[in-house]
């Protein structure tokens, strides 16, 4: 299952509000690595308030994320994600993400290219889905993010360390 959470949030500064974000998300302890937009076969996308995949502090978060920042006051930031699935009962799909100062304009965007996407593979595809969310500054900088979680992957496991990586390590260490 992907899980698409997404918030708002503010900080002193535009870094602080995306931090705060990943917070409130549940997401804040962890590296995220940026996916391109291909959802697997046998994918489920389930909106959520916040992941609950399960993670460890400081464990690899394979996810696909927009996330936009408005620090002026009176401006705003807007961010989303759209996806939709192929028809042939293979549950995969595609994602995109965009970013920018109006909801409006992020839908547009979303569509735009999620319609080219299809169009390019000759796949029946479903209805587009998407979740937008915005923010206005008023007095800290803002973010809107919306995060679609994969999964999550220890930092240090055999499968993604090399046994000779390792040992590399081991001896400097000692």
């Known amino acids: 299952m992907i899980e698409l959470a997404a918030t708002t949030a503010t900080g002193p500064t535009p870094l602080a509000a995306f931090d705060h974000a990943l917070r409130r998300i549940g997401v ?6 940026r996916l391109s937009s291909v959802i697997p076969p046998g994918s ?11 993670h ?3 464990d690899r978060l394979y996810c696909v994320w927009a996330m936009a920042e408005a ?3 009176g401006t705003t930031a807007s961010a989303g994600i759209a996806w939709a699935f192929r028809q042939d009962g293979s549950d995969a799909g595609l994602f995109v993400e965009d970013e920018g100062s109006s909801p409006e304009a992020v839908e547009w965007t979303l569509t735009a290219t999620l319609e ?16 937008i969310v915005t923010a206005t500054c ?12 994969y999964q999550s992957a220890s930092w240090r496991s055999d499968a993604a360390v ?6 590399l390590t081991d001896r400097v260490m000692s």
């Not at 804040?28 to 690595?33: M, R």
């Open 138 to 149: 008023t007095d800290e900088p803002v973010c809107a993010l919306v995060l679609a979680s």
């Open 162 to 167: 090399p046994a000779a990586a390792m040992a």
């Open 44 to 54: 489920i996308v389930a909106q959520r308030d916040r992941v609950y995949t399960e």
């Open 28 to 33: 804040g302890d962890v590296n995220l690595v």
């Open 116 to 131: 080219h996407m299809i169009a390019g593979r000759n796949i029946d595809f479903g209805p587009i889905e998407s979740r």
């Open 71 to 73: 620090k002026v006051p």
């Open 56 to 58: 460890a502090w400081g």
